[in-house]
């Protein structure tokens, strides 16, 4: 039985190793980082490993390697009994994805390469807007790892597809890795597959799979997604500077970062038989993870971050809707320079309030882009006719309606380091509601120190003792969020709250912060016009768990109505930061 | 007088670089080992196979793939003048006929009996390889390129747009901190070097033929209008436009700095090769100005910031004292706790200005003297 594990995550940028131990309970014991040395000058993935696990060993007192070979299993208290490791290193698995129609087998193709942890280059389609010229010259730009073809239904025509394989041939693209011929994931129309091989063969790897959509009206994801992975291990991973001897070294194999973060979250939710939302915003790229009825769906928006893309967000998102989360006057000139020093010097901190509202207010739109792209992506099948009952008389639908609905979310949980390091928790949770604003009753969390991949390995060899130590050290609980749906008069009573004792009322346009560390039960009554869920003006008895920041009532309508005239906006913001105790700038504190 | 420089950021008068000069694809290298080279030197090619043109002739035929065949006029590996017929059918006892053209002048590559669609190949287009820098070839890449080997001085910017070019190097201001204020016609084919350059400056240089500007600071907004367009993510290097634009400091009205200025006035009317191809990723591409020169001197050695030591030179690189020099007074070992409310290891600084600031080690960069 193992007693101690070490998991490690080699990110784009830093290197993270985490001990874990069972010393009658499993716990986290510490964290070692280091940058990541998978590029130049250094070539090889181990070099930042190992100085990550010299940080961890000196923090530790625990010997866990000896020269460059890991002491594996444990004995005395040295060494480790697993050691696994997660990876995005190297800029992550890099795919492009090909269907026959957008909406159909391009957008199933798309969530697979997703689902299986990729950052999607291009997608492809026949009728993408694009001329084949253009198709065939954007191809050729573009350096994929791995390519995903798709297009028709078994026993359909297969000349769309087809023409696909033609263009590919005719585009022949270059690996991003390494001088071997890119493999293509062939996973269309079964009566193809002789003549994309024969198209494909001399030039690609070809690998065949089941159809992604054998119908219409199926999706049959899966075993695209196992060979997407199965070749991210065997092809990406050993053209990768150092990782044979990362794959040797470790005890199971190496697992993508998203696609180990995916499994807790889908972990997560099972346990709780409820709707999950995981984000997590890096430097470069922000994941948004979700679990709706049982569906998981995973997308990375691959140019919105806090450092090195923190100016995209900015571009995608403009500078007055940074603005607008701003409570204090600030320029545009200054918004765009300071966002700017920030990229070209992206190890610098806020030092001051002002700047580190202004980072916050980026995070705010990062993630709400974020959540918009994930969306998009995350809906039912387009195409598909349905039955439809009398209820459904009246709504006109052809699919393609998002699976994410934010009045059905139980838990949020954010992840990276402008949430999981914010100064003070309520600033992540306030960053959370501004951002994604969920409505009805939801539960908020962050992740302590990002250690999701490393538990999203352990969950695949020990999905027990990965859940114990996610609940102990992982999830750092941050309060439920109450968010009633509609609008009224502002000021007028729109939610009353009465636990033990009453709890009072709180008027729209407010957000109000109650004191709750544990458990209670709540009687919530809406006004009429209003909806937490059950139907306008319902009132809901419910247990809610409390947080490092409280129980959360948030008046201020949904959508959130933001005040339109400069000074109001100013005023209603600083009443909100005021609400959940933060400080303001220039402010004594 | 101190200069300031970014850690991990070079600024040498003497270093010997080797340039990796690699074709993208295999080629043919046409230099020798020893050869001196300039920067506009040829030192490989190689032919780069055409875009590919597919051509719909069973739709534009009427005609199913399958029998394309029979209408065709052309094989796989025939070459095809632009606008020649390749295939072409008849129908209504010869009453009507439709033609098949290839848009463009190349080689069928292949031709699909299930789609009915041609593929054509544009003829290879040669790529010259540039040396770039001036230098002695000291290694060749068999099919692939050559090193060179040039010594000289080498300074890295902060951030930069524009690829690869060369000229003559010219300070054109008195100052670190001065902007540029004037460009003559005969700085044509120039890399001009100033305090800082506002739009119109930027526009003259253009006109004029400026293959370079090396400046201290520039707003973010001259940027943006010189560009037309908000570069997102911090990769650069590809921009179609006039000159190689290479910031040496930050955002703002920031002064080149002391160190950078000496250098750059000492090799005034020297050539240089400049980069402006920024990547801020794990694997830092920086932009480069290199200034080769026959004068042997030690090579400058690059301090890192573990070596933040009581009476180091330092600038702060971040608000609210962004820009400012100073000296640490004192690096206390626990961490202290930000106005933001966060916990990070700091340094005591007094400033030039005679104030005394706390400031995160992370917002701060060292200073040679």
Redesign the interface.
């Known amino acids: 039985m193992a007693k101690a594990i070490l998991a490690v995550d080699c990110g784009s940028t830093t290197t993270k190793a985490i001990l874990f131990t069972d010393e009658g309970g499993w716990h986290l014991v510490s964290r070692g980082e280091a940058p990541t040395t998978v590029e130049a000058p250094f070539d090889n993935v181990m070099l930042g490993l190992y100085n990550a696990v010299r940080e961890l060993e000196e923090l530790t007192g625990r010997e866990m390697l000896k020269g460059d070979s890991f002491l594996i299993p444990s004995t005395n208290g040295k060494g480790v009994d697993l050691f696994l490791a997660t990876s995005s290193a190297g800029g992550g698995l890099q795919m492009l994805v090909m269907g026959v129609v957008k909406t159909m087998t391009a957008e199933s193709a798309h969530r697979a390469a997703l689902g299986a942890g990729a950052i999607v280059v291009d997608c492809i389609a026949l009728d993408d807007g694009r001329e084949d010229f253009q198709r065939i010259q954007r191809i050729r730009e573009i350096r994929p790892d791995i390519i995903l073809l798709a297009g028709g239904t078994d026993g359909g025509t297969i000349t769309h597809v087809v023409s696909l394989a033609e263009m590919l041939s005719a585009a022949e693209p270059r690996a991003r890795l390494g001088n071997l011929p890119i493999p293509v994931i062939y996973a269309g129309n079964k009566d193809a597959r002789e003549e994309v091989k024969r198209i494909l063969g001399d030039k690609f790897s070809v690998i065949i799979t089941e159809n992604i959509r054998p119908r219409l009206e199926i999706e049959n994801l899966a075993p695209a997604r196992e060979a997407i992975h199965e070749l991210f291990l065997q092809h990406v991973m050993r053209q990768a500077p150092g990782y044979n001897f990362l794959m040797e070294a470790t005890t199971h194999p190496i697992m993508s970062t998203p696609n180990a973060v995916g499994l807790m979250v889908q972990l997560l939710a099972k346990r709780l038989g409820g709707n999950v939302l995981a984000v997590d915003i890096g430097g470069a790229t922000t994941d948004v993870f979700s679990v709706f009825s049982q569906t998981y769906n995973r997308t990375v928006s691959a140019n919105l971050g806090m450092s090195y893309s923190i100016c995209n967000v900015m571009v995608e998102a403009t500078i007055p809707l940074i603005q607008r989360w701003l409570p204090f006057d600030v320029s545009p000139k200054e918004i765009r320079n300071s966002l700017r020093n920030k990229m070209i010097r992206p190890t610098t901190i806020p030092q001051t309030l002002k700047d580190l509202y202004i980072e916050q207010a980026v995070a705010r739109e990062a993630l709400r882009l974020a959540l918009e792209h994930h969306k998009s992506l995350a809906r039912s099948l387009v195409g598909v006719q349905r039955e439809r009952t009398v209820g459904d008389l009246f709504v006109q639908t052809t699919g393609g309606e998002t699976l994410i609905n934010m009045s059905r979310v139980d838990m949020i949980i954010g992840s990276g380091g402008v949430l999981s390091h914010a100064p003070k928790r309520a600033q992540a949770a306030l960053m959370m509601i501004d951002a994604f604003q969920p409505a009805g009753i939801t539960y908020l969390a962050v992740d302590s120190i990002f250690m999701m991949p490393h538990l999203g390995v352990l969950s695949s060899v020990l999905p027990d003792v990965a859940e114990e130590i996610f609940w102990r050290d992982c999830v750092v609980p941050l309060g439920s969020l109450i968010a009633p749906m509609g609008t009224i008069r502002e000021g007028e009573v729109a939610v009353s709250l009465e636990g033990k004792e009453s709890l009072g009322e709180v008027r729209f346009g407010e957000v109000k912060v109650f004191p709750l560390k544990d458990e209670g039960e709540f009687l919530i009554k809406p006004h009429r016009a209003l909806d937490l869920g059950e139907g306008k003006g319902r009132e809901v008895v419910r247990k809610l768990k409390g947080g490092l920041v409280g129980l959360i009532v948030d008046c201020r309508g949904r959508p959130l109505q933001i005040p339109s005239q400069e000074e109001k906006r100013k005023e209603w913001l600083r009443r909100t930061y005021q609400a959940f105790s933060l400080p303001l700038p220039g402010e004594a504190r | 007088m101190s200069q300031a420089y970014?850690p991990g950021l070079t600024i040498t008068p003497f270093a010997k670089l080797r340039k990796v000069r690699k074709l993208p694809?295999k080629g043919e290298v046409l230099v020798g080992i020893g050869e001196w080279v300039k920067p506009e030197s040829v030192v490989a090619r190689a032919l780069l196979?055409g875009?590919?043109?597919?051509v719909k002739a069973g739709e534009i035929l009427g005609v199913a793939?399958e029998d394309l065949e029979r209408h065709l006029l052309k094989r796989v590996g025939d070459k095809v003048e632009e606008n020649e017929v390749i295939a072409s059918s008849t129908s209504f006892f010869g009453l009507s006929k439709k033609f098949v053209r290839s848009p463009i002048k190349g080689t069928i590559?292949?031709i699909?009996p299930?789609?009915g669609?041609i593929?054509i190949?544009e003829e290879p287009k040669p790529l010259l390889l540039p040396a770039y820098v001036e230098g002695e070839v000291v290694e060749i890449l068999p099919s692939e390129g050559v090193v060179i080997e040039t010594k000289g001085a080498f300074l890295q910017g902060?951030?930069g747009v524009g690829g690869e070019r060369w000229g003559k190097l010219r300070v054109v201001v008195s100052s670190p901190a001065e902007p540029i204020r004037e460009i003559k016609e005969e700085l044509k084919g120039c890399v001009i070097v100033g305090g800082t350059i506002d739009g119109e400056m930027l526009r003259r240089a253009s006109e004029v033929g400026v293959k370079g500007v090396v400046v201290g600071g520039i707003?973010?907004?001259v940027l943006r209008d010189f560009l037309g367009y908000?570069?997102?993510?911090?990769i650069t290097g590809q921009e179609d436009i006039p000159l190689t634009l290479i910031i040496m400091e930050?955002?703002?009205e920031l002064p080149i700095s002391q160190r950078a200025f000496n250098l750059f006035k000492r090799f005034d009317g020297f050539l240089a090769s400049i980069n402006g191809a920024t990547q801020?990723?794990?694997?830092v591409m920086r932009p480069e100005i290199i200034i080769p020169h026959k004068e042997e001197m030690p090579a400058f050695e690059v301090k890192l910031m573990n070596q933040l030591l009581e009476g180091t030179r330092v600038r702060v690189?971040?608000?609210?004292y962004?820009g400012l020099l100073g000296k640490v007074l004192a690096l206390p070992p626990e961490p202290r706790i930000?106005?933001?409310?966060?916990k990070?290891r700091v340094a005591e600084v007094l400033l030039d200005n005679g104030e005394r600031v706390v400031?995160?080690r992370?917002?701060l960069e060292i200073i040679i003297d």
């Not at chain 2, 801020?280 to 694997?283: D, L």
């Open positions: 970014t694809i196979p875009p590919a043109h597919i793939g590559e292949n699909s299930i789609t669609n593929t190949r902060i951030f707003y973010d907004e908000d570069i997102g993510v911090a930050g955002f703002g801020i990723r794990a694997g690189i971040r608000e609210p962004f930000l106005e933001t409310g966060a990070a400031v995160p992370a917002n």
